[in-house]
């Protein structure tokens, strides 16, 4: 029991990070990033391929990618277990590499399609996410492919069995900051340009604003929170397999929380990642049970994929404003008004 | 299989798909992330008929074509049109396509498992490449699938210009509302072109296993193949989607086979790489596909700059 709560809090943790970088995009911006798992992936990349080979270099390690890491590992534990500030400064130095690295990727790689309309742009960035991953799985040079990389692991001063623990209330803390940033940001007369953007671009245009330009700020800073979550959840397994990087966890998942919880509303996307990965950690603790339950003749992941498709669709149709609607901005102007008026009537 | 023949039938396959997503888009307005899975959709009706009933792939052809169009117009019917009517913007309706991919790839990964447990063979991972035959020195494919792109062009060139009802069908492709005001029933329209997707999408998965390995996501695969030949053709084309099938599939096959002998065969492996190369360029230089480029203009002024 105990073990389940973990699992959902530390997934929680994740997948608010995720979310809360797609609502920028997606719910305040309007731009319908379709390759959210890019950023996710590079993140991973950050720690499997960049700080590893960082790592990889100082002690002096030769080899490939993918034995080398392992040797680094060894190393890098034996120092943590006895030297807790060293495994706190790696896991800072992994998160910083991991925002830059998503920062850089994420303005890079909308720039091709700035300019296009919505439609476009979806396609465009799916294909870009789909390729990468498909890039990170074959090439094991990157990040060691399907065979994966081995990550050192950051608490490793901390005993086995509240090690689960404690990496989640890191993921939780991480997710936290990201809130507080998220709120503050799209509360701000830049949030509210965002807003303008989504409604109609070319008003934000007629008032001097370039389009292209906020697209490409907004992504850089989306990309840079959700490859936290790809960075902490690479710490979290001590090791990188590009393979868990796929677009249905990492684009669709996210997705559909956000939609669940209300686009545009922060507060609702953190309620609908909360009820989504109860409902997903629940559905993969009991798979077993309910394979031989129902004999079903083929894997229950299947069965998982075609339930959150429908509920996708079941919120699409029926609550498309999703579980907390998005509400009005009150600035401070408009708050003033509004106690003048209260005080009237 | 030369490598020359298997890009021809690797193009022809992408076009079929790609026709199918062009004409979706034309007249709903809404790029189809599930037509992927809709090829899927019809390799496994086809591994159906061969493991159950020996009806050799070629021979499912009709049936799949009739079973992918009912998948394409249950598609808009269930899942489309109820989003349509409560005036859904263009990315919840793309999300919704997205939400059917999953739902697709779920069942198809279950039905390969019930397949599995009846048939006792491996349904999860299948090719028909021992199964191939060769005509007159070429191989079968090759033949089938020229002789599948031919008919299909020539009955939608028929369709479209010889018929009244591809007048109605054209006109509420070029401006709905006004074809709509002129007493043509754009839901007709609508209806045949996700029937023609899903039957044309199909026939092209009944095909693929000849030339690749089939998994249930197999469609996650090639979408990004499908969209670039549809962009890179000009996605309110038609046209776009033969030219823009025919670019992709060659780039890939022979860009990538040419590269092997300096980088090696490993490179194989990154076909998609090229797609993409390609599709990023054609949206910085050219946005509206090949056929939206206004290449008379193109030429005149390089006369006149001479």
Known sequence: MEQIIINIALWFGLYTIVNLSLNLEYGFAGIPNFGRALAVLMGAVAVGGVVNRILIFAYGVSGNIIEASGEVKTIANEIISHNPMYGILLLLLCLITASILGSITGALFILPSAKLSEDYLAITLLAISEVAFMVCNYNVDIIGGYYGVSIPDVLAFIPGKSRMPVFTLITLIVAFLSFIFVEKLTNSPYGRLLRAMRENEDVVEAYGKNVMTLRIKTASIGAAIAALAGALYSLYSVNVIATSFSRVEWTFYPFLMVLLGGAGNNKGVVIGTLTFVTVKILLTMYKHEITYFLHLPFEAVWLEYILFGLLMYLVLLYKPEGLIKERPIFTTPIKRIARKLHQKF | ?306
């Open chain 2, 1 to 306: 299989m030369s490598v020359f023949e298997g890009a021809i039938v690797y193009s022809n396959l992408l076009v079929l798909l790609s026709i199918g997503l062009t004409i979706t888009y034309i007249t709903t307005a809404v790029p189809n992330f599930a037509q992927g899975s809709f090829a899927v959709f019809g390799s496994y009706i086809a591994l159906t008929f061969f493991r159950l009933f020996k009806l050799h792939p070629y021979g499912c052809l009709p049936i799949t074509f009739i079973l992918g169009g009912l998948l394409g117009v249950s598609t808009y019917l269930l899942i489309l049109r109820p989003l349509i009517k409560r005036e859904a913007q263009v990315v919840i309706l793309m999300i919704s396509t997205l939400a059917l991919d999953l739902m697709l790839l779920g069942m198809l990964g279950s039905y390969s498992g019930y397949l599995q447990s009846i048939t006792h063979k491996s349904t999860t991972k299948f090719i028909f490449t021992p199964y191939d035959f060769s005509i007159f020195g070429f191989s079968a494919i090759l033949i089938f699938s020229s002789t599948v792109i031919i008919i299909t062009l020539l009955a939608l060139f028929m369709l479209l210009y010889k018929t009244k009802f591809g007048v109605a069908l054209r006109a509420s492709m070029e401006n709905p509302s006004l074809a709509e005001v002129m007493g043509v029933n754009v839901e007709y329209t609508r209806l045949f072109s996700w029937f023609l997707s899903g039957g044309l999408a199909a026939m092209a998965g009944c095909l693929l296993p000849f030339r690749q390995e089939i998994v249930p996501s197999t469609g996650a695969i090639i979408i990004v193949s499908i969209f670039a030949a549809s962009i890179v053709g000009g996605i309110s084309s038609i046209y776009g989607a033969l030219i823009g099938g025919y670019v992709i599939g060659f780039s890939e096959s022979l860009i990538t086979f040419s590269l092997t002998g300096f980088l090696g065969t490993s490179i194989l492996l990154y076909s998609r790489v090229i797609s993409l190369i390609v599709l990023i360029a054609t949206l910085i230089l050219a946005p509206r596909g090949l056929t939206g480029v206004n290449w008379r203009r193109i030429v005149w002024s390089k006369l006149s700059l001479t």
